[in-house]
C-alpha cells in the first residue's frame, strides 16, 4: 500500500457515491459498493485559524474505499484494483490517498503444480 496525494476525477451517483473514475488517463467503473468514512486531519497545520462553524471538511476528510474495474476492458479478466480517495468538502475535489495491493491470484495447491 502506498500514500498519495495525486489528483484524480470521479462521476458520483445521485446519492453522491462514486461510480466511475479517471485515473492516469484509464476510465474505471466501480465494481462493489463503496465504503464511506471520516478521518481526522491536521488542520492546524494547514489553517492559520477555525473560522465559526466549519466544521465538516476543515476537521475530517471524507474518505471512499472503491473498487475498480477498467471499462475497456474485459471486467472477468482483470484483478479489481483498491483505492482510497478523499473529496474535499469545500472545493468537491477528488484526491488519491492510497492503493491497496491487489488480491493475490489463487494459490496453487501442491497437487495440481505437478
Given at each position: 500500500m502506498?500514500l498519495f496525494?495525486e489528483?484524480?476525477e470521479v462521476g458520483c ?7 466511475t473514475v479517471?485515473w ?6 466501480v465494481c462493489?459498493?463503496?465504503e464511506?468514512?471520516y ?5 492546524w ?5 477555525a473560522?465559526l ?7 475530517d476528510h ?11 476492458t ?11 480517495l478523499?473529496?474535499?468538502v ?6 488519491l ?9 489463487r494459490a ?7
Amino acid at each position: 500500500m502506498g500514500l498519495f496525494s495525486e489528483s484524480v476525477e470521479v462521476g458520483c451517483t445521485e446519492t453522491g457515491q462514486p461510480n466511475t473514475v479517471q485515473w492516469k488517463g484509464t476510465h474505471y467503473s466501480v465494481c462493489n459498493p463503496p465504503e464511506r468514512w471520516y478521518e481526522r486531519r491536521q488542520w492546524w497545520l494547514e489553517e492559520s485559524r477555525a473560522p465559526l462553524g466549519t466544521g465538516a471538511g476543515l476537521v475530517d476528510h471524507e474518505i471512499w474505499r472503491v473498487q475498480l474495474q477498467p471499462l475497456h476492458t474485459d471486467a472477468t479478466a482483470a484483478e479489481p484494483i483498491t483505492l482510497d480517495l478523499v473529496r474535499h468538502v469545500n472545493s468537491g475535489r477528488w484526491r488519491l490517498l492510497r492503493i491497496h495491493a491487489a488480491a493475490p491470484a489463487r494459490a496453487v495447491e501442491p497437487d495440481e503444480a505437478a
